[in-house]
């Protein structure tokens, strides 16, 4: 069979199909008119079972915060994250434990996130999972991720439990703990570090500025970040000064959520975009109800087939 039979007979299959397809779509239709008494029903049925089904206490939501990583490596929490995941392998005592296994939280998941601007700083949650490792355009960071577990409406009310027993649970893993002492030892002498070359740079700015002579300014060049006194170019550093106190802002800010090996930048937030929407679960349950009323009208059609079979 060369690549053109091939073709054909995959082209033929999926004719075969829409065809067998829409000869079952046309006899549920007929079956729908000639027993409306007994699909009906059914249907009415399923709607009520959808409506109970998305009353606001049982509706499910999402929970997502921003984790930094103070020293784990991603791998490395991946690892212990998925306990979570799985159910498994978390002692009954823990509190995180307890909550799922009372099933007011479920569906624990992490995704990374992107930096598509090149500036440290978190652009985009991957919630598609199409990021690579290697694409250089939307970096994946290395040191932070997007946590999300999931609520019904009548536990939303247990999100401060859930991230306060999660963080501890998190918190409490000897290898994590053992990354944190390292990286938060190494991160306060890189703040001391910035500190000092900033104090440095304003006082080798001093420096050239004082030391200018007694000429008089005559012109400024904006935004160069150098000025002319008389015959003599003197340089302000004001360029290099705004990178060191920018870097140095973000080496303080890491150092004022260090407070253990996994952080969170704010609080686990509540989606209000529920996982399913109502329209939608009513429309499946209506699908459902309406292939099941057509099944039990079918068995009612040809009951007197059936009933001689089991006869035999």
Known sequence: MNFWDLCVAIARAIGRACVAAWE?????????????WT???????????????TRPDNICFRVNAIAFLNGPSIQQFEQKYAALQTG?????????????????VEAFTSYRVVDCLHDGTADMIDFKRKSSPTDTLRLQMDDRLCLQFRLRGYCLGTVAEVENALLNWLNADEAMQQSYAVYLEN??????FDHKQAVKLDSLTS???????????????????VNFYG????????????????????????LQLATAPVTLENHFTVDPKPVHSRSQIVLIFCLLGWIAGCVLAQIIDKRKAIYAWLKQ
């Open 88 to 104: 498994s392998l978390i002692d009954g005592n823990e509190r995180i434990a307890q909550l799922l296994n009372n099933r007011k």
């Open 24 to 36: 079952v779509i046309a006899r549920m239709i007929r079956l729908t008119w000639r027993y409306w």
């Open 187 to 192: 991160l306060k002498e890189q703040v001391a």
């Open 231 to 254: 015959d003599r170019k003197i340089r302000l550093f004001l360029n290099e000064i705004y990178r060191q106190h920018k870097h140095m802002q973000l080496s303080d800010y890491r």
């Open 39 to 53: 699909v009906v029903p059914v249907v009415a049925l399923a709607i009520a079972a959808a409506v109970y089904h």
């Open 207 to 225: 420096a050239y500025y004082y030391n200018a002579g007694t000429t008089s300014l005559t012109s400024d060049v904006n935004g160069s970040g």
